[in-house]
């Protein structure tokens, strides 16, 4: 019982940041249908310049909540503006191009974007400061529950009911799902289809950011190649849940995280990833729309 | 018509290059021949056949795996290897092609990643002690011809020079033959196609057996080129170079797809000293590349009858 | 004898919505056969459940007597039923005389390790298919843009280049989703003659048209549909003159493009 709650708690913990990065990914791909590959670059980039500003801030002293706030607010900024740039730079101009040549564009964007993070912050693994938060811990049935996990925890569903409300009870969430269902139609009924692009690049990398910098909080670690492997988990969410579809990517999100977390339990860690992956494949075969995804006819 | 003997010569020409380079260029000369056959296999695949495979350093690693157990446990002289490592390559391939052509477009992108991903962990985990884990498979022979050893730097280059041509050859009458244009009909329109009675199924696990077949060769070249094999060669960020090579360079273009080669894997040596930039300045060439040119930079010359 | 194409009892559904419902008629050899009915009548619909691209929910498809139902579509141009789209889909990115040798597809017998090694068999048959090729394109007056690309031409003779390349493939049966559409009126007349010029090689054609010109004369035999059911069958006269129909088309704008 004690291991249930407890991989219970490290899978919602880790879910909510599943899902927080793949919302980015499943956004835009929802506007644009295109897989956003830099996407889990941005996030640890948000990583990387929460990690900064918390130490420089500082000064060499110890950084406390206060900072924490502060280095939240500077990553989301930088990353929402990153995100705006990556789409007007390397996205705008293949709207109409051949599908491929945006998927090549977007891996480019990774890649840059990687090394750019390895090139100013070196390629060595960082460890993040130690008693950033309280270090608080509740006991449950034999389940040890950290301030961290909590925070993490409501953190993210607090931003997620926050997107889910503005997505669906704003006029402006209303002509991104517009967009999402046909750019054109859209564009007809006056919905401004560019400023709609932006706005979920600002939304999905700043939900990131936070994303990022969970990652960081929470293993205490940052390394410039983090952003492929917690941006596929994020994207394999998000296709789980059905991409393009923003409660699916909070769902699925939150399943893998669970599921990670109770094969951990109990599959060996090495074949772990494998079982993910096999569960992608299985997904895309079975249901390749997703949870909740919705069946899309082809017309002839 | 001009464009084959042109390339016919310059790949005579090729032959010469022991003879004007130092060994280590040589040798950058020899892996360029390698990742020419595995990104013009996986043109076979996504630039002809239109199938988002960003999966294919899977079947490029189980060539140079099955060479390297072979050669490693059972002492199976190199060249005899080959077979073997297309063939189980091929395998793998149409194997995997089975589900893989009943998704569409990103849905079998990210499937592809999937099976790479699994490939590596599978590797990594060293399933019944064969693969060496995470390490790899060291020692690996040889080849010998004729009873002559192809010890030296150069004539494994001409071995890998020659499988090139080979595979040139067979890339260029693909572009005459039927099956060739089938991968195209399918690439521009599936159901047009169909209605003219192409049998998607048929035709595009032929492709995957095809390609993953080359990519199965040039595998056993790589193994014999560094004589060891370990997963990291195999990673999903080879499969995402392939892909790139064959979309920046243009696709179901052979003198594309070669370009392409030569920029990600080439030009790299020549810059060696500024090797922590490069991937950063690649991000920012795949991108630039494509904003100016989306069509590739030696996109498909239309074939005039 | 046994019709050519003869459907029984065919029905169709998307979702809730019945396009086709409970539909019989037969195609007899050599017969120029009009589908006529108003928008959404669910004409191409049937069409695509002739030619395996749906898969029909109910009753059977018979293809000289031997069911076919719910073939998929390579396996129906197989056995010499070939279609045009009303959307018309040309390969864009090749030229004229590449659309139409992709009609020659089931022509070739050549294996594709054949053509990889282009063997000289292979090459015998390219040329032998590239001339049949370059005689069907004479024969519907392309020859002149054969190495155009496709979609660079106008829409009327895209809509012969996509003809051509079902001929190419030697058919038994043609299927014209709406051949008029988009013509201009010396196009549109021309198309007559062309309908002819086919049947005249042995060829059975089975037609979608708007226009109404152009089916009641080109066609022998003449099947109304409705919301996806049969309202009338017969030749010319008889279904011009039946109340059924006329309600049908007067009570609807004919005028959009059909579903």
Known sequence: MGTFIQQLINGLTVGGIFAL??????????????????????????????????????????????????????????????????????????????????????????????????????????????????????HLAGATISFVQVMIILASLVLMIALYLFVNHTRFGTAIRAAAIDQDAARLMGINVNRVIASVFIIGPALGAIGGLFIGIYYREAYFTMGWTYGLYAFIAAILGGIGNIPGAMLGGVLLGLF???????????????????????ILLVRPTGLLGERVAEKV | MRRAKLGTLIWAAGLALPFALDSSW?????????????????????????????????????????????????????????????????????LLSAPLIRLRGDYLLVA?????????????????????????????????LFGLQLESQS?????????????????????????????RYLKQDELAASTLGVDARKVKTLAFALGAGLAGLAGTLFAVQLSTVSPSSFLFTESVTLFAIVIVGGQGSIPGVLFGTALMFVVPQIFRGLAEYRYFVFGIAMIAVMVLRPQGLLPRKRIAT | MTALLELDGVGMSFGGLRAVDDLSFGVEEGQIVGLIGPNGAGKTTVFNLITGVYKPKAGIIRWQGIEITGAKPARVAGLGLRRTFQTIRLFSDMSVFENVRAGCHLAARQQWWQGLLSLPAQRREEAELTARTHEILRRLDL???????????????????????????????????????????????????????????????????????????????????????????????????????????????????DV
């Not at chain 3, 196009?187 to 090689?201: D, V």
Request: hydrophobic residues 50%; charged residues 15%.
């Open chain 1, 21 to 138: 990065i793949a919302l980015g990914y499943t956004m835009v791909y929802g506007v644009m249908r295109l897989i956003n590959f830099a996407h889990g670059d941005l996030c640890i980039l948000g990583a990387f310049i929460g990690l900064t500003t918390l130490t420089s801030a500082a000064g060499g002293g110890h950084p406390g909540a206060g900072l924490l706030l502060l280095a939240f607010v500077v990553s989301v900024i930088v990353i929402a503006v990153a995100g705006v740039a990556l789409e007007r730079i390397a996205y705008r101009p293949l709207r109409k191009a051949d599908r491929l040549a945006a998927v090549v564009s977007a891996l480019g964007a990774s890649m840059m974007i990687e090394n750019g993070i390895m090139l100013v912050w070196g390629p060595q693994v960082h460890v993040f400061p130690s008693n950033l938060l309280p270090a608080t811990t509740w």
């Open chain 1, 260 to 282: 990670n977390a109770f094969a951990a339990g109990y599959v060996s860690s090495s074949w772990q990833d494998a079982i993910t992956f096999g569960l992608l494949i299985v």
């Open chain 2, 26 to 94: 040589v040798s950058v000369a020899a892996f360029f021949a390698i990742y020419a056959i595995t990104a013009l296999s996986e043109d076979i695949i996504l630039g002809r056949a239109g199938i988002f495979d960003m999966g294919h350093a899977v079947y490029f690693g189980i060539g140079a795996y099955v060479t390297a157990i072979l050669n490693t446990t059972l002492n199976i002289p190199i060249l005899l290897t080959i077979p073997v490592a297309m063939l189980v390559a091929a395998g793998v391939g149409a």
């Open chain 2, 112 to 144: 592809t990643i999937g099976f790479n991903a699994i490939f590596v962990l599978a590797m990594q985990n060293n399933p019944g002690g064969i693969t060496g884990g995470s390490d790899g498979i060291t020692g690996i022979g040889v080849p010998t």
């Open chain 2, 155 to 183: 004539s494994m280059f001409w071995l890998d020079w020659v499988a090139l041509g080979a595979v040139l050859l067979l890339m260029h009458n693909l572009d005459g033959c039927e099956f060739g244009r089938a991968l």
């Open chain 3, 143 to 257: 020859d002149s843009v054969a190495d155009s690309p496709a979609t660079s031409l106008s829409y009327g003779v895209q809509r012969r280049v996509e003809l051509a390349r079902t001929l190419a493939g030697q058919p038994k049966l043609i299927i014209l989703d709406e051949p008029a559409a988009g013509l201009n009126e010396s196009e549109s007349a021309g198309l007559n003659e062309t309908i002819y010029a086919i049947r005249e090689t042995g060829v059975t054609i089975l037609l979608v048209e708007h226009d109404m010109n152009v089916v009641m004369q080109v066609s022998d035999h003449i099947v109304v549909i409705n919301f996806g059911r049969k309202i009338a069958e017969g030749d010319a006269a008889s279904v011009r003159a039946n109340p059924d129909v006329i309600e049908a088309y007067l009570g609807r704008d004919s005028d959009e493009e």
